[in-house]
């Protein structure tokens, strides 16, 4: 906006020009957060553990809970799409432990072993009942997230429980290094 006025300072109090450079402002910032919730500059130039471990680090210096980050066993970095589909994963659980299970502390473990990559998230919430039908919890984030592990051939389980917290467990295969 800032330098289309210093162009055309003509136009820059005219309204419907404003409200157009405005849009455009939105459709930017938009497109911004976008691009970085898709590859956020850590992932892309540090892998997925350091990605991984800021997000945690993010929240837990927030008033949410504490998330305690602990990973070993992946030392170079993994195929992009699974580097991303993973980020994608642990993202939407940190985002519903910190929307819905009211915890005060939780754990993501991210662990690589022989042809497989072990991520748990854990926390000491409020947990939730599951149902047994697709699609039958309110959103659409866990059934993202099924999605996701479906299409990298991984295996998905989730121990939950009312009053007793939430562990979420998902294993991935990936190519042996
Ligand atoms: N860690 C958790 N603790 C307590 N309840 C949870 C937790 N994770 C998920 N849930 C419950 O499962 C429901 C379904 O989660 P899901 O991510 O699919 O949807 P959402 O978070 O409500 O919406 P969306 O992800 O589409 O924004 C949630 O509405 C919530 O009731
Ligand atoms: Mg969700």
Redesign the pocket.
Known sequence: MAEVKELKPDLADDPKFITGIGLIDEAAAELRNISHNIMPATLSKLGLVPAVKSLCDIISSGKGPEVTFISFGIDGRLSVPVELSLYRIVF?LI??LV??SGATKATVQLMGHAGYINLVVEDNGRGFRQTTGANENS????GNVAARVEYLKGKMDIDSMPGKGTTIIIDIPVNAS
């Open positions: 939407e985002n519903n929307k819905h959103g659409i984030g866990l």
